[in-house]
């Protein structure tokens, strides 16, 4: 289950997020599509439904996201297989075909890539947006593209789909910041014959250790719990289980990292201190929503879950005019969220904007 989120947690998105210092406004950059009705920030599975469903109700749409189209997507490991099947992932009524029982990132890649063409979805990729001020009626958003350039954007309304896989949950421990020490997993071919520590025990930590360990690498896993997660997925849990039974895969239980150095790892176990030799950390300790730059837009969270108040009906934050879709919906329980419900928020949010927006009010 994740932790909640500290204040001194939510301190330190402010710093993960990295907001530029502000720089003079040399020119505005006029385009096109500088005006439209809605404009959804992120542009991922629900983030692309949520366009969809509104290109649907007749309204001018434009997608932001600060990297590629799916982009959270394009950065899973490599050779990552979906747990669920394809029609669960399935968005603006087009069907997602593949041979295989469950769809791989390749294929979903391919998938999303087409329904966005298919519909013509307008993506202004590599752009990240930075705020969001007026109100509802009257948005501005400002962007900052890759040649730190600004963009200037007017909307009626605003949709917030920025999911979480960006912004990771730190150790906030000595050595941290070491290039060896990663908190995400793409490939093993890199690791081969060296030391590896995975820190955690629930998905990604587990397909990561039995990647690397059947690629050559030396795994070590360090585990706050007393085991290996019971949501691992159910053919992953008894073969990561079996590695460490046998002793293939080195696993410290009720165990936490103390500090990394250039060398090695430093642990605390039940049993003391211990040292580990290591080439490199890979720390799957779990992502958070950007909670700063929901609250920067006025948007409430709860005081427990960092859940954004919004009307369950229509997904409307207390912010008129302000919506929010996705994982973010659920706060510090991104668990509660996938793309398999994810992608309905669309259609909820679709729905009060026909009312509000067809009919000529705000």
Known sequence: MPRK?????????????????PVARKQAHARPDAWTDVLVIGAGPTGLAC??????????????????????????????????????????SIPFNTANMKPTRQEALEYYRNVAQH??????????????????????VTTV?????????????????????DLPNFMNIPGEELPKVMHYYNEPHPYYDTDVVVVGAKNSAAIAALELWRHGARVTMVVREEGIHSHVKYWIKPDIENRIKNGEIQAFFRSHVLEVTPE??????????????????FAMTGYHPDYDFLTSMGIEL?????????????????????????????????????????????????????????????
Request: charged content about 25%; some cysteine; aromatic content about 8%.
């Open 5 to 21: 989120p500290s204040n001194q947690a939510r301190k330190s998105v402010l710093k993960t997020r990295k907001s530029p210092e």
């Open 51 to 92: 366009a969809i469903e509104a290109q649907r109700s007749g309204l001018k749409v434009l997608a932001i996201d600060k990297g590629c189209l799916v982009n959270s997507l394009f950065h899973y490991p490599a050779n990552m297989t979906f747990f669920t099947t394809p029609e669960l992932l399935e968005i603006g």
């Open 119 to 140: 519909y013509e979805v307008k993506v202004r990729q590599y752009e990240w947006v930075k705020t969001v001020s007026g109100s509802d009626g009257d948005f501005r």
């Open 145 to 165: 593209d890759r040649k730190d350039a600004i963009h200037d954007y007017c909307t009626r309304k605003v949709i917030v789909a920025t999911g979480y896989y």
């Open 264 to 281: 090695a790892v430093r642990i605390n176990t039940p049993e003391g201190e211990r040292v580990l030799k290591n080439d490199f950390v």
């Open 302 to 362: 709860s005081p427990e879950q960092c859940r954004p108040v919004c009307d369950p009906e229509t997904l409307e934050s207390n912010v008129p005019g302000i919506y929010v879709a996705g994982v973010i919906v659920a706060g510090s329980r991104t668990n509660e969220i996938f793309i398999e419900n994810g992608r309905f928020h669309g259609q909820l949010i679709a729905a009060d904007l026909r009312q509000k927006l067809a009919s000529g009010a705000a």
